[in-house]
C-alpha cells in the first residue's frame, strides 16, 4: 500500500475548496549492464533471476561501484547459475 497524504489549503479567500493528493515517491532509474559499461555508480542493484549473457558483463555489473557493500544482488536462493555454451568455445 502507498500511503495518500491529503493536502488542502488553508486560505479562506478562495470562494472554493479544494483538496490535492499527493504520493510519497521515490524516483529510480534503470539501465542495462551494457549502457552502464564506463560509468561509476554510487549504488548498484542487479536482478539475476534469470541468466546474464557472458560472464564478462557479470564482472562488469559487479565492478561499477568501487565497494562490495554498495551492490544489492537480487537472486533466486542467493546463486546464479554459470552457464557455458560449449558449442561456442569450439
Known amino acids: ?17 479544494f483538496q490535492r493528493q499527493q504520493f510519497p515517491l521515490r524516483p529510480c532509474f534503470s539501465l542495462t549492464i551494457n549502457k552502464a559499461q564506463g560509468q561509476s555508480l554510487r549504488v548498484v542493484g542487479l536482478d539475476l533471476r534469470s541468466q546474464v549473457f557472458t560472464h564478462g558483463m557479470l564482472y562488469v555489473a559487479l565492478s561499477i561501484t568501487g ?5 544489492y544482488i537480487l537472486a533466486e536462493d542467493g546463486m546464479t547459475p554459470n552457464v557455458v555454451y560449449s558449442e561456442v568455445l569450439n
Do not use: C, Y
Open 1 to 17: 500500500m502507498i500511503p495518500r497524504i491529503r493536502l488542502q489549503p488553508s486560505d479562506t479567500a478562495l470562494p472554493f475548496t
Open 67 to 71: 565497494r562490495r557493500n554498495d551492490v
